[in-house]
């Protein structure tokens, strides 16, 4: 049995993982930096990376002994290389380089939203019960072949997943990430970092239809998001009535600290309206993916994925379309080594990377 080190430091989450080739997870090790970055309401890229430096090296520990494993009986290290920011992924990929070296073991490379598709195999779960598997349930421990729908802070993209090796991008935000656009309005309505969680809290009880908000790209045949508009719509509502010419008007930059601050039903109303509207936009087109390259799997991660309207709604979606969701349990939908699992599958065919392999920061849509 073969076990894999995985080191996932993408963004601001510190993850180290020990994994066997079945693949099964040993220990999944997650240090977060939350508290670093919710004064500023979003993550600041210096400050992540010098987190990832101070964290690495106990993460690694954490991990090492959580699964009883000693650095002589890693067999394989893996890193996220792809897409990321790049001073975080800096920092994984320079403790992994050194750990391959320093061991003689294999390094692999692996495209961090890839592996958030993968985070979809049940094998990989700690507890199969907390994911969402729909119809349950998924009997056969399959993922591919699939569409993938990745729906982080950082990232929204589909693919069209043939196998663990064959990723197709089928499209991806022009714009801010789904998870941004959230985090986004979170600050305009004053609530706090991550926005997710707290825009979901908030929009209890409120009206989703309270405000006609855009849902860009709906009826249009790419599978393409663009989430900026919606976001400035937002802040255009709240601007107040009074406000003096130009302020929060199209044009004028972000003017966060003369916005209304709605409460009680008002601030429900806000966040349910725009919410639904995020909703729409990735149901609809998930639904046109499958439709497109005729799946019978939609296979969803990132940590919008945790947002219970989101899963209400692709539950229905499924149900009308006759096709399998799979949500991974929360753990395993936000940032984690564990679903770096994937480096299995390339090693199964020998496809490893040496030791001068560079990270590349950039969303796919630019390379
Ligand atoms: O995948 P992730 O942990 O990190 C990366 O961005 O890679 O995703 C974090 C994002 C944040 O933008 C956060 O606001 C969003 O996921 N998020 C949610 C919810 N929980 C986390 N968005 C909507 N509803 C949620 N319940
Ligand atoms: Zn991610």
């Not at 692999?108 to 985070?119: D, F, M, R």
């Not at 600290?257 to 109303?269: K, M, Y």
């Not at 539950?315 to 009308?320: H, T």
């Not at 929360?330 to 065919?349: G, Y």
Request: hydrophobic share 45%; proline share 7%; charged share 20%.
């Amino acid at each position: 049995m073969l076990k894999l080190l995985t080191i996932e430091t993408s963004c601001d989450e510190t993850a180290v993982a020990v994994a066997t080739d079945e693949p099964r997870i040993l220990a999944s090790v997650v240090a977060s930096q939350n508290e670093l970055h919710d004064e500023f309401g979003g993550v600041v890229p210096e400050i992540a990376a010098r987190a990832h430096v101070r964290q690495i090296v106990p993460a690694l520990h954490e991990a090492l002994d959580r699964s009883g494993t000693a650095l002589s009986e890693v067999g394989a290290v893996a890193v996220s290389t792809a897409p990321g920011l790049p001073g975080s992924l800096a920092v994984g990929l320079t403790a992994a380089k050194s750990l391959a070296f320093a061991l003689g073991v294999p390094l692999v490379a692996v495209n961090h939203l890839e592996a958030h598709v993968y985070a979809c195999l049940p094998s990989l779960w700690p507890d199969r019960s907390r994911g969402l598997e729909y119809p349950m349930p998924v009997a056969d421990n399959q993922v591919f072949p699939c569409v993938g729908l990745v729906v982080s802070g950082g990232h929204t993209s589909l693919y069209h997943c043939r196998s663990p090796l064959a990723f197709e991008l089928l499209g991806a935000t022009t714009d801010d990430a789904a998870g941004e656009a959230f985090d986004k309005v979170a600050q305009l309505l004053g609530l706090g970092y991550p926005g997710g969680p707290a825009v979901e809290r908030a929009a209890r009880g409120g009206d989703p239809a309270r405000h006609a908000l855009p849902r860009a790209f709906l009826h249009d045949p790419r599978l393409d998001f663009s989430f900026s508009g919606l976001k400035t719509a937002v802040l255009y509502g709240l601007a107040p009535p009074s406000a003096p010419q130009g302020h929060a008007r199209p044009g004028t930059p972000l003017d966060v600290e003369h916005l209304r601050r709605p409460a009680g039903q008002e601030l429900a109303d806000w966040a349910a309206s725009f919410q639904e509207a995020v909703v729409d936009v990735l149901v609809a087109k998930s639904r046109q993916a499958v439709r497109r390259v005729n799946a019978g799997r939609l296979c969803v991660g990132g940590g919008v994925a945790a947002n219970r309207r989101l899963r209400d709604r692709l539950v229905g979606m499924a149900d009308e379309e006759s096709i399998q969701l799979v949500i991974p349990p929360l753990c395993l939908c936000t940032d984690n080594a564990a679903m770096m699992a994937l480096a299995v599958e390339k090693l199964r065919i020998g496809k490893t990377d040496g030791l001068d392999v560079e990270a590349n920061p950039r969303p796919e849509r630019q390379r």
